[in-house]
């Protein structure tokens, strides 16, 4: 998932490794006689393993991940659908840049080049569905860590090794559900500031007239025992809410979002007036830190989760596509300009009053302050933090410098921390 600290869900062929290293790893790929869940474990495996270090846009642990998913897709019977009917589409960064990137045709200096990777069930339906995940994470931490500073391999199992894992185990079980066509995008660039998905929308290889939806899978390896998850888009079609419910009977506690705006691919199709939908099972202390490792990873209840996804495909029309509707707090113009950072991780599961923290980062004014995971802030400055959304707005009236206090809770009791920015 893409990194913006402190920040609400909101929006945006390089070297192969060597034939030794391509050879070594086959055995971690498919096996006709795995589970559900062995596979899946597989996948991300090999996905999360040290020898691809991080899989960062334009390395070569990316380009072994791609190449993986390629076969991966080509075992599964899915048709290249990249450029000139191959399983890639490259695209080219010029301005290495989140906000103001800036693609190319051929490589210029000091520009970057990745792939995604784009596999297609084409059933002869009128419409199709997309499912999306990200293929790329941190490399070494040179950016976005939250780890302790200093260079280490960022394997990403959950982040998002968990999602492309789905996105494989779907085209399996997809091959004869014919009802709709399934285009399947395995993206690069996402943790940088959704270049990949940014490209593909602006260089579709398919017509995205005919599309009735994306769903997309970002951190989707670490349900916990209390079976809850994060759907968010559903504001994005009147249909969403009631045809979830109706596929919710594997269990799941959701924590339902309404924005078509999120920190991860589904918001580059929102913005083409697409409804989407956004799984996730919750941050967590490996959140973008090298300990993201695949001995952590929920397979089982992945297979739940897929379940979940089956039944909610079987919900949508192969006759006419969903209705899309705009979302509240979806423009990404009204987001504010953050000066300063409080040092948090907030819990995107927690649909209670106020914003819970999920996780505080060392040496940064909340944890300066003595505030600590699982607490909830009710107030800053003495403004009312009833969500997410409200603790932005005010987050972005400080300076550095600035000081002001923030009211949490903890076991029921308000308490009063001191902040300097």
């Keep these: 998932m893409e990194f913006i600290p402190n920040s609400r869900f909101l929006g945006y062929g390089i070297i192969l490794f060597s034939i030794s290293l391509v050879l070594s790893c086959n055995t971690l790929k498919w096996d006709s006689t795995a589970t559900d869940d062995q596979q899946m474990l597989s996948d991300i495996t090999f996905l999360a ?20 998913i390629a076969g991966r897709f080509k075992e599964l019977g899915l048709q290249p659908k990249g450029d000139q009917d191959t399983w890639f589409q490259s695209l080219t960064v010029k301005n290495p840049n989140p906000h103001t990137v800036e693609f190319a045709k051929n490589t210029d200096p000091g520009s970057l080049s990745g792939r995604n990777v784009i596999g297609y069930l084409d059933h002869g339906a009128p419409l199709t569905v997309i499912f999306g995940a990200h293929l790329d994470h941190l490399g070494m931490g040179s950016f976005g860590s939250l780890g302790d500073g200093k260079p280490a391999i960022h394997n990403g199992a959950d982040d998002n090794a968990s999602g492309i894992a789905m996105l494989l185990e779907l085209a399996d079980r997809l091959k004869g559900h014919q009802g709709l066509n399934y285009l399947f995008i395995a993206f690069t ?62 269990g ?41 490792d695949v001995e952590k990873i929920n397979s089982a209840g992945m297979v739940r989760i897929a379940d979940m996804v089956i039944a909610l495909i079987s919900e949508i029309s192969n006759k006419e596509k969903m209705p899309f509707a705009k979302t509240k707090d979806a423009d990404p113009s009204s987001t504010p300009n953050l000066e300063v950072t409080l040092g948090v991780l907030p819990d995107y599961l927690y649909d209670g009053v106020g914003l819970r923290l999920d996780g505080v980062r060392e040496g940064k004014p909340a944890e300066k302050a003595g505030m600590k995971k699982g607490d909830v802030i009710i107030k800053m400055a003495d403004k009312e933090i009833k969500d997410i959304y409200a603790y932005m707005d005010v987050l972005g009236t400080f300076h550095k410098g600035d000081k002001t206090s923030v009211t949490a809770l903890r076991d029921g009791k308000e308490i009063v921390f001191e902040i300097i920015f």
């Design 252 to 292: 799941f506690s959701i924590t339902s979002g309404e924005s078509g705006i999120g920190p991860s691919d589904h918001s580059s199709f929102y913005v083409m007036d697409m409804p989407v939908l956004h799984f996730f099972t919750g941050s967590h202390e490996d959140y973008h830190k090298p300990t993201d």
């Design 49 to 68: 393993s040290d020898k691809l270090k991080g899989r960062t846009f334009g390395s070569k642990g990316e380009t072994a991940a791609g190449n993986y």
């Design 189 to 250: 660039g996402e943790e940088n500031g959704l270049w990949g998905s940014n490209y593909f929308t602006k260089n579709p290889t398919i017509d995205l007239s005919n599309v009735t939806a994306m769903i997309n899978f970002d951190m989707v390896g670490r349900l916990n025992p209390e079976n809850k998850m994060a759907i968010n888009g559903v504001g994005t079609s009147p249909g969403w809410p009631e045809m979830i419910k109706t596929a919710n009977t594997f």
